[in-house]
């Protein structure tokens, strides 16, 4: 369902708009852990957003932490106005993600201590908006939502428990994720609204008893000014790594355990013998060891590896590649949508997707013919795709011109800012003077 679809389902659902009351406070506060400065992919989709919401004339807080993704001992200051933007940071536990329990006792303080603060904040009729970081922030936030008489969103950039089951099958007993499945399916039903990324997402949603006038699908999207095409040989990191003359295939981000790589060093492997097709591995994470280790054990010279690059070198690191790719765990579809894939559009890069060919993912590519997808496993068909992009500058560029109007007329902030503008003037009317809503659409 599109933004569009999005909105006709509030129309059409009849919900109750809540906050209307003389009292509402008409204040908009997301509850996340990670915000501005810090650059984590969920940081910078809420900054994005609450910049754009504070632009458009709400009234726009942040609970968050102190911390900083990549500096867990950031000690960032508790109060500060950011871009018209409230920010209150509580202190948490810093132990880190060395752990699970270390891990575990980060989310239990955040719960805490974000309830005391929502507990301290909230007013009647303010919205309050839980994003999915930590997982099931939503049971606490609806807690005092409730409470507090506030209208409850959840934003859900994946699905927890669900997710742990795939990566962790062991780390939950049965009888507690019943529970917590419990706990977050009421959080999410009590919700006025809870915003998807993407059509199985919503599915699964609904198949946990959730009305359907009550979920929104709004995609997630990149920044096209923050993120502009560049040409490959204007890439100074391209050139940097001796990458110039080169057929690129790059990854940028996270390489998370949601991620296959066994595809990926099979399929170069199969390419041992072209020379002259390179693979730049950019970022970090839990599968980023175990993948330059097979490179080592299966001996190939094609892979560079660099670390995340800062965000004034983001289109050149983007360009550096002439197509990147995108990989998910088939188990994961509708329970995470990699974020990653915005970011390639906004820099005008085709994608190769390798993961569920009928999943969220190659469904974009195949309806903006922005990219193919390939089955995981399928490492032959992955090297026939490299070869065939390759062999076809043309084609190449074709589809990464539709990569970027893909980005420009659908996976951009203004867009998604207008999605949820109307969205939240449809449960919470008081929240957003209508009149400034559409003056601002118009523009």
């Known amino acids: 369902m599109s933004d569009q679809g999005a909105v006709g389902a509030l129309r059409e659902g009849g919900l109750s708009a809540a906050g209307s009351d003389s009292g509402a406070s008409g204040r908009i506060v997301f509850v996340n852990r990670f ?5 984590s992919a969920t940081s910078r989709m809420l900054s994005d957003l609450a910049w754009h919401l504070a632009h458009h004339g709400l009234s726009v807080c942040v609970v968050t932490s102190r911390q900083l993704y ?45 309830a005391m603060e929502l507990a301290r904040i909230l007013k009647r009729g303010d919205i309050v908006v839980a994003k999915t970081d930590p997982p099931l922030v939503s049971i606490p936030v609806a807690a005092v939502a409730r ?44 919700a006025q609204m809870n915003v998807v990324l993407g059509q199985t997402m919503r599915d699964r949603v609904l198949a946990r008893g959730v009305d359907p006038a009550r979920v929104a699908t709004i995609p997630n999207w990149a920044d096209p000014q923050e993120i502009v095409p560049l040409p490959a040989q204007d890439s100074t990191i391209r ?36 020379a ?3 693979f730049l591995m950019t970022g970090a994470g839990a599968r980023s060891g175990p993948l330059q280790e097979a490179v080592r054990r299966e001996n190939l010279s094609s892979f560079c590896f660099q670390d995340y690059q800062p965000p004034d070198l983001l289109s050149d690191s983007m360009a550096a590649a002439d197509v990147h790719l995108v990989s998910l765990l088939p188990e994961l579809e509708g ?26 993912v190659a469904a974009v590519l195949r309806a903006h013919q922005c ?66 809503v559409v003056k601002e659409a118009q523009q």
């Open 35 to 39: 915000f501005f400065p810090d650059q």
């Open 70 to 114: 990549s500096n867990r001992l950031a000690d960032l200051p508790a109060y500060a106005v950011e871009r018209g933007v409230e920010i209150h940071r509580v202190a948490t536990a810093t132990r880190g993600r060395g752990s699970l329990a270390g891990r575990a006792l980060d989310y239990g303080s955040f719960y805490s201590a974000a």
């Open 147 to 190: 409470l507090k008489g506030a209208v409850l969103i959840n934003w859900l950039q994946d699905l927890f428990p669900e997710v742990a089951a795939v990566l962790t099958p062991r780390l939950l007993p049965g009888w507690l994720r019943t529970l917590l499945l419990v706990a977050r399916d009421r959080s999410l039903r009590r």
């Open 239 to 274: 050139r940097k790594l001796g990458l110039e003359g080169k057929f690129v295939v790059g990854y940028s981000g996270n390489f998370g355990r949601a991620h296959e790589f066994g595809t990926l060093v099979a399929a170069a492997s199969a390419l041992r013998a072209d």
């Open 276 to 278: 002259d097709i390179a």
């Open 335 to 360: 329970l995470i949508v990699p974020s990653k894939l915005y970011g390639i559009l906004a820099a005008g890069r085709p994608a190769v997707f390798i993961g569920d060919t009928g999943g969220e």
């Open 371 to 436: 990219g193919l997808s390939v089955a995981v496993g399928d490492a032959a068909g992955l090297a026939a795709q490299l070869r065939a992009l390759r062999a076809d500058p043309q084609r190449l560029q074709s589809m990464g011109q539709r990569a970027r109007a893909a980005s420009l007329g659908q996976f951009n902030c203004e867009r998604a800012a207008q999605a949820w503008l109307e969205m939240i003037r449809r449960v919470a009317p008081s929240v957003v003077r209508a009149d400034r």
